[in-house]
């Protein structure tokens, strides 16, 4: 299950969530509505990379791809379109969360009214990504992990030196919306790319549990 993926599955996975990140705040960049983080350009792209990807794999997104793609999807597909499973999905998923909004730090800092919708179109949109993920790789979860791995990366490098404090402050909205917009239409684009099945003879809840 662990080892029995496609390589397409893990470039989706990973380099989607840092696009997405990494493109809307290297145009805010460009603009000058933020300034060049301490670390410069590179070392944004560096930190975005690889910074927390793989310390994050054994914190939350190991632990929650285990149910959320590994046992939830599965079921849910065994219902619905992989389109109608995705949304449904993902409020569960961000309401998980929700005991974490109260945690300024867990936001950045991030007013709730400002957090909590940029939270949820994100969330819509990398519960369609990884769905596809999953259908691409449908026995294995690595890209499905590396994937919310990636996605928790990007975010935590917007709070690179020097970027904190602009974006947290005054373009949170702007940035967030930015990111939460662009993750959502690559989300639907690779979900409606796909084939609509798992690709294997096995029932999707199955495959999952092998």
């Known amino acids: 299950m662990w080892f029995k993926t496609s390589a397409s599955a893990h470039i989706i996975a990973v380099l989607v969530p840092i696009a997405t990140a990494a493109g809307a705040t ?13 670390l410069g350009v590179a070392g944004l792209f560096l930190a975005i990379s ?18 959320w793609r590994g046992v939830l999807l599965p079921v849910l597909m065994e219902r619905l379109t992989p389109l ?9 998923w961000a309401a ?34 990884l769905t596809a993920v999953r259908i691409k ?3 294995s979860l690595v890209p499905s992990i590396l994937g919310h791995s990636a996605h928790n990366t990007a975010q935590g490098a ?6 904190t404090e602009v974006i947290s402050v005054q373009y949170a909205a702007q940035i967030g919306w ?11 684009a690779a ?20």
């Open 158 to 163: 917007l709070a690179a030196p020097r970027l």
């Open 137 to 139: 790789s449908p026995n």
């Open 50 to 67: 690889i910074a927390g990807i793989l310390p994050g794999l054994v914190g939350g997104p190991l632990g929650e791809e285990l149910g």
């Open 191 to 210: 979900l409606a790319a796909t084939s609509g099945s798992w690709k294997t003879s096995a029932a999707p809840a199955q495959v999952a549990r092998d």
């Open 26 to 38: 290297l145009t805010f960049i460009a603009t000058d509505v933020l300034p060049t983080p301490t």
């Open 178 to 188: 930015s990111i939460a917009s662009l993750l959502l239409v690559a989300g639907f």
């Open 84 to 92: 109608a499973a995705a949304i449904v999905l993902a409020p569960i």
């Open 96 to 129: 998980w969360h929700g005991p974490a909004f109260l945690m300024s730090e867990w936001r950045s800092g991030t007013p709730l009214s400002v957090f909590v919708p940029i939270y949820l179109v994100s969330v819509f949109g990398l519960s369609m990504l």
